[in-house]
């Protein structure tokens, strides 16, 4: 068992890690006053400059990986960007973690990635040059459309919304929300998935399907706070399709193939939140300490009372096992698939979020009333993390993962 990282895998993680030092980190306050200051759900200048040295640099598009023989690639669609494995990835996701917009820098926030990696592997020449070239040139924003607000969308053979053939059409009737990056002037693509054929097996009633945001039938009904947050420019919409008509060439794959694409494209998205999320437990702990260290109790520098030094240790260790724990997963989806790796990207899927939010919340005591105020990124963070617990499967649809796959050798056993 080897823990060293390659060249290559140490090249792409420094090369992102000086970049956000360098050049995002000094503009934080830029970005801070643009959203503060003007019309907040307009794109940002500040991101939008960094974008281009991001490109000059060689860093774009570092989330796309190698192609598979599982997909449906066209080799004469040329685009622009490194194919890095999921290992090589998740070590460049951490870093961008850090800084909560930094992915963006990169073209590879969500939920354009995994909407990217789908037209990639599944889409159509046609849907490639539509869709995939201006979402991979940073042109467009897109969102990704599954989760219902009448239904547990905790188990996706739940939905509702319907996708009916109609000709040379499809119509798409449903409401959606939760559509996050909805709320970006750029976001026009969409990612529907919805029922072709309610009467068939279980997993085969779902499809998937590309709707133009600006097709008649589309409203945005509202745009979605999270703990009072609402995320400008981003947002999460709540978005009602009424008798859509979207061309038949918009299907993806074809019917009865939408549960499939989602399991495609949730095991990468996972890993990348993951990673993403340890990355904001490490800014964290910085600001945990680098408060108790400047401050000042009942005689004595903070971080010298006990109870300090325990929860610093704990965060330590939390996050190093962690950070183990994905780049196994992450590791094993490159060296056997995402099948393979299942049990591993639920259990750091479940972890992870978890281990973040109880050092984000010790960074906040550790800040008083401060931590809770909006001077520093700690209230923001811990509400957009906790989101991770419910985002890509809940918590508790990854226990039952991990749980069915314990138990399963004893209860062969029994029988």
């Not at 010298?304 to 950070?323: F, G, N, P, V």
Request: hydrophobic fraction near 40%.
């Amino acid at each position: 068992m080897d823990f060293t990282l390659s060249e290559r895998e140490r090249g792409f993680q420094h090369r992102v890690r000086a970049f956000t030092a360098s050049e995002v980190r000094p503009r934080l306050r830029d970005y801070e006053d643009e959203v503060a200051q003007g019309d907040r759900w307009a794109p940002s200048q500040t991101i939008e400059a960094l974008k281009v040295k991001a490109r000059a640099a060689g860093l774009w598009n570092l989330f796309m990986p190698p192609a598979g023989d599982h997909d449906q690639v066209d080799d004469s669609f040329v685009f622009s960007g490194e194919r890095l494995s999921n290992l090589e990835y998740a070590l460049c996701a951490e870093e961008m973690g850090r800084i909560h917009w930094a992915s963006e820098v990169f073209n590879c926030s969500a939920p354009d990635t995994g909407n990217m990696e789908v037209l990639h592997r599944y889409g159509t020449r046609a849907q490639k040059d539509r869709w995939l070239k201006p979402l991979m040139e940073g042109e467009i924003r897109s969102a990704f459309l599954m989760t219902e607000p009448e239904v547990a969308s905790s188990d996706a053979t739940n939905i509702q919304t319907s996708i009916v053939r109609d000709g040379d059409h499809y119509v798409v009737e449903g409401r959606k929300w939760w559509s996050s990056g909805a709320g970006d002037p750029r976001c026009k693509l969409a990612i529907v998935m919805g029922k072709t054929d309610p009467s068939a097996e279980k997993h085969r009633q779902q499809a998937m399907i590309l709707v133009d945001l600006e097709a008649p039938g589309v409203r945005k009904e509202r745009l979605l706070s999270v703990y009072g947050y609402d995320h400008a420019p981003h947002g999460h919409g709540e978005i009602t399709l009424d008798k859509v008509r979207v061309p038949a060439g918009n299907l993806l794959l074809g019917e009865g193939r939408g549960f499939e694409i989602a399991q495609g494209r949730l095991g990468p998205g996972r890993i990348h939140h993951c990673m993403r999320t340890i990355g904001a437990a490490e800014e964290a702990l910085e600001a945990l300490c680098r408060r108790l260290v400047g401050r000042t109790a009942f005689g004595k520098a903070i971080y010298e009372h006990s109870l300090w030094e325990e929860r610093i240790a704990q965060a330590r260790i939390d996050i190093e096992m962690t950070r183990l724990l994905c780049l196994k997963a992450a590791d094993m989806m490159d060296r056997a698939g995402n099948k393979a790796a299942r049990n591993e990207i639920a259990m750091i899927k479940v972890q992870a979020p978890r281990m973040a939010l109880r050092i984000i919340d010790d960074a906040v005591q550790a800040h008083g009333g401060a931590g809770v105020s909006g001077d520093f990124a700690l209230a923001a963070a811990w509400a957009h993390i906790r989101t991770l617990r419910l985002a890509d499967g809940p918590d508790e649809v990854h226990q039952r993962v991990i749980a069915r796959s314990e138990l399963r050798p004893y209860r062969q056993e029994a029988q």
